[in-house]
């Protein structure tokens, strides 16, 4: 089955600074990679995706890059704020098959 | 509106009292699963539903059961609830298709004593 990686497991950074969550997948047949912010208390929130076919995708400060070679993505948030403050879950899926998700980083923006 | 729908929201209850946590969602999505959330650990997975009548366990099912006879439904059902089960929970549903969309239910605190 899936397996799926997240590193850092805390991120700590300087409002205005980027930051960049990694993971790591097993199962080279996955071919959708979803990444959620999740606020204390609440339900996870899809903030972004990316398909297999896809190498890139931004959406405003937020983008998320995708090597299936080397079974990786990350995400990567620019001009970080406070609000950003939040535990980001990333999960690889394949129609069919269950969800995994990585185990979360907690990202912690200072001002 | 699309939704997935936990009940109760929060719960506190006592060793081996049998408790069912329901979840219910709008969409004719085939899959559904349910997750449990405690600190440091992240989303693990307890059970999944690919459609009606198919169940399989996930990374932490022990202690829990699951039964999907109607799409829409997917309750997580507790038969003798203990104290290592008190967590938040949540649902999750969608579509089979590539690149569906995943849609949470609001969660479920759950304490038992």
């Known amino acids: 089955g899936e397996n799926v990686e997240q590193h850092p497991s805390t991120l700590s950074v300087q409002e205005g600074d980027s930051a960049v969550i990694k993971c790591t997948y097993s199962?080279?047949?996955?071919?959708?990679f979803p990444w959620y912010k999740q606020e204390l208390g609440k339900r996870p929130q899809l903030i972004i995706d990316?398909?297999?076919?896809?190498g890139e995708k931004k959406d405003q400060r937020i983008a998320v890059t995708l090597n299936k070679t080397a079974k990786h993505f990350s995400l990567h948030i620019t001009e970080t704020q406070p609000e950003d403050s939040a535990v980001y879950f990333c999960?690889?899926?394949?129609?069919?098959?269950?969800?995994?998700f990585g185990k979360g980083t907690t990202l912690s923006v200072s001002s | 509106e699309a939704q997935v729908t936990q009940n109760p929201r929060y719960l506190i209850t006592v060793t081996g009292k049998k408790l069912t946590v329901t979840c219910s969602q709008n969409?004719?999505?085939?899959?559904m699963s349910w997750y449990r959330q405690d600190p440091g650990l992240g989303l693990r997975q307890i059970y999944y539903?690919?459609?009606?009548?198919?169940?399989d366990k996930g990374d932490v099912p022990e202690g829990y059961k699951v039964s999907r006879k109607e799409k829409r439904n997917f309750p997580l059902i507790l038969e003798s609830p203990s104290p290592n089960q008190t967590s938040l929970y949540f649902c999750?549903?969608?579509?089979?298709?590539?690149?569906?969309?995943?849609?949470f239910g609001e969660g479920s605190w759950l304490t038992v004593v």
């Open positions: 999750a549903s969608t579509g089979t298709g590539s690149g569906n969309t995943i849609y």
């Open positions: 199962d080279s047949a996955s071919n959708y």
């Open positions: 990316i398909r297999s076919n896809v």
């Open positions: 999960a690889a899926y394949q129609a069919g098959t269950a969800l995994i």
């Open positions: 969409m004719n999505h085939e899959y």
């Open positions: 539903s690919m459609n009606v009548e198919v169940t």
